[in-house]
């Protein structure tokens, strides 16, 4: 756990440097929801020659805080989806969120992500991976999130 947290401080850090200013503010996330991650089975590390070098939830549906989209439209909103959250990785690791997007999409076809308004290095992973902007959802404590989905048709 204390491994994790400093790669979610990593990330803070980045954050703060690229103008980040708001997003995860207060001791979030926590341990106890990465904790909570790891006994859904749902929270996974990311190792680089033995050293842990990124960390991400991916969580299967339904998302609360995305049965409400505001300004758009998910592009279905009937099937089962999986969402990535808490992405966080060391200023020196690269190809991350590849890595992160070809594991997800090897276990679902249809994915959504959300970040926050001012995360232009996250906004910029998402788009360049194909996915969608559909829209804004709230978060419970009411924040603002930009929403993407990215289907996938099944490979054989």
Known sequence: ???IMLVMD??????????????WGDGYPSEAVIMADMEKGSGYVIEDEGKLVGYFAFLPSPEPTYSRIYEGQWLDDELPYH????????????????????FCFLHETNIRIDTHRDNR?????ITKH???YCGIIYLLSGDERLAYQKTETIRI
């Open 1 to 3: 756990m204390s491994e």
């Open 130 to 132: 194909g996915f969608t």
């Open 83 to 102: 969402v990535i959250h808490r992405i966080a990785s060391y200023p020196d690791a690269h190809g991350i969120f590849s890595s992160i997007m070809d």
């Open 121 to 125: 290095i996250m906004q910029h992973n």
């Open 10 to 23: 990593a990330a803070k850090q980045i954050m703060r440097q690229s103008g980040n200013m708001h997003q």
